[in-house]
Each structure stands twice: as structure tokens, then as C-alpha cells.
């Protein structure tokens, strides 16, 4: 469970410009939390305060009971393998085959070479590229380089993925078929989802929860069918 409690985020030097103000969210093991907002209304701050790539002003984050906000050195880098991030622009390594961008997150623990090869191919498996081991990013389409930067991300085997606008570059039904592959991932495997997005229709298919950010601040949060019922 991750429990975000009355965070705030003041960026140095930006007077009195508060880009989250008193954000609580609780998010539960298998949970496909959505959040939801507008440009600028600082889902990018919040998914940089969770994965500790920024310190909150304020507040704190404890995830299974553990107070993590003050996380530095190895405990820092344990916390950030256990998550696994996926972005818009898939932020895949150009100059690696697809096989080699999977295998990354294994060589950096040192992993011997068969077992991150055997399992880069698992992955690939699981994300349904098999027959695309030795190509290069851009020989593959968005989508597949999507399915690509989701078997890295999963390489480390994380409890929580978050999925940062993942679907924004893609059309209408690749966003679906990579929407269901996330879903699939969630319940074979058990993986929490974090997805943030400012799309409406993708949070309304794809999550159980959503929490909808306007201004740094939550103005909505509950189940699904709840929130969207509301006039
Ligand atoms: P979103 O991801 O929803 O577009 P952001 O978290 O990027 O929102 O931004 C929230 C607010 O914080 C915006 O007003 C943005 O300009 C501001 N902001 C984000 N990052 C910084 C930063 N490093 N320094 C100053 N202001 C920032
Ligand atoms: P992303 O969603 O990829 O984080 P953003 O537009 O939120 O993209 O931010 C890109 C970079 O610019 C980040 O490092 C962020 O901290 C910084 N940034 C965003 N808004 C501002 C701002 N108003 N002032 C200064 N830096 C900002």
C-alpha cells in the first residue's frame, strides 16, 4: 500500500508558486490508480515526489508502513528498482537491440549474461515481441516500443509501475491494445498501476480508482464508476 499524506511541493525560486498543495491519497496492492489533470496541474511533480526523484516541501510518503520520504544512498535505489516507470516517449535506448534495452535493468545488477538474456526473452514473450529480439527501437512502431519499455520495465520485477502519460503518443487503438496489456499485467502478475494521464477515456477504461488533480490540489478522488456518475 502507498499512502501519500498532505503533500506539498514548493519549487525553490518560484515565489509562493505552490505546484502541489495538501495531496492525501491512499493506493492499495492491486490497485489501477488513475490520476488525472490538466497541463500543469503537477501529476509530473507528484510521480517525481513518489519515485523520490523529488523531495516533498512537505508531507510524506509511506509505503507499507514505511516512512520512505527520507530515503537516501542503497535504500533510495532499492525503492526506485521496485518501481518500474513507463513514459510517453517510450525513452528506449536507441543504439540497443530491443533484446539489449530489456536486459539493461539486469546489468545493472550485475545479473551473468544467460540469466538476463533468458529472461529479457520471457519478457518479450509476455509483451508479445518475440520475433523482435534484434531489431532497434525505430524499426518498431510506437506501440511496440511501448510493449518493449513495459518487458524493461518489468525486468526488475517491480509491485508498482507507474505509467506516465504512456498512451499520449498513441493512436486510438494502440492506446487500447496497450491499455489491456497493462490491465493483463496487473492481474497475472499482481503489479499496482499508477497511471497518470489527462485522458478521461483512458482512466474510465483502464482504472478501478481515480483521484483528479487540478491546480496541485485533489479535487476528486474514489472508485471509477463513482466519480464519473457525479454531474
Ligand atoms: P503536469 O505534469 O500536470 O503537467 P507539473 O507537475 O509538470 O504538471 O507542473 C505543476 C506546476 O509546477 C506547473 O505550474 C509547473 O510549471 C510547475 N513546475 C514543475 N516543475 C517545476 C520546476 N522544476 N521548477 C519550477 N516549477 C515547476
Ligand atoms: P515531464 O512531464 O517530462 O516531467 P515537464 O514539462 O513537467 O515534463 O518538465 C520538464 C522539465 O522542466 C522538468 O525537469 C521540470 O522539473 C522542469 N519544469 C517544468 N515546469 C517548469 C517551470 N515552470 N520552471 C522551471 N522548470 C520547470
Not at 542503497?74 to 521496485?82: N, T, Y
Not at 529480439?133 to 510493449?147: E, I, V
Amino acid at each position: 500500500m502507498i499512502q501519500i499524506e498532505h503533500l506539498s511541493k514548493t519549487y525553490d525560486g518560484v515565489s509562493e508558486h505552490h505546484a502541489l498543495t495538501d495531496v492525501s491519497l491512499t493506493i492499495e496492492d492491486g490497485d489501477i490508480f488513475g490520476i488525472i489533470g490538466e497541463s500543469g496541474a503537477g501529476k509530473s511533480t507528484l510521480v517525481r515526489c513518489i519515485n523520490l526523484l523529488e523531495r516533498p516541501t512537505s508531507g510524506r510518503i509511506v509505503i507499507d508502513g514505511e516512512d520512505v520520504t527520507g530515503y537516501s544512498g542503497k535504500q533510495l535505489l532499492k525503492l526506485r528498482s521496485s518501481i518500474g516507470m513507463i513514459f510517453q516517449d517510450f525513452s528506449l535506448f536507441q543504439q540497443r537491440t530491443v533484446l539489449k534495452n530489456v536486459t539493461f535493468p539486469l546489468e545493472l545488477r550485475r545479473d551473468k549474461k544467460e540469466h538476463r538474456e533468458q529472461r529479457a526473452l520471457e519478457l518479450l514473450e509476455l509483451v508479445g515481441l518475440s520475433e523482435k529480439a534484434k531489431s532497434y527501437p525505430s524499426q518498431l512502431s510506437g506501440g511496440q516500443q511501448q510493449r518493449v519499455a513495459i518487458a524493461r520495465a518489468l525486468a526488475n520485477n517491480p509491485r508498482v509501475m507507474l505509467c506516465d502519460e504512456a498512451t499520449s503518443a498513441l493512436d486510438t487503438r494502440t492506446t487500447v491494445s496497450i491499455l489491456g496489456l497493462l490491465r493483463d499485467i496487473n492481474r497475472e502478475l499482481g503489479v499496482t498501476m499508477i497511471v497518470i494521464t489527462h485522458s478521461l477515456a483512458v482512466a474510465e477504461k483502464i482504472c478501478n480508482k481515480i483521484a483528479v488533480i487540478d491546480k496541485g490540489r485533489i479535487v476528486e478522488t474514489g472508485e471509477t464508476a463513482a466519480v464519473f456518475s457525479n454531474p
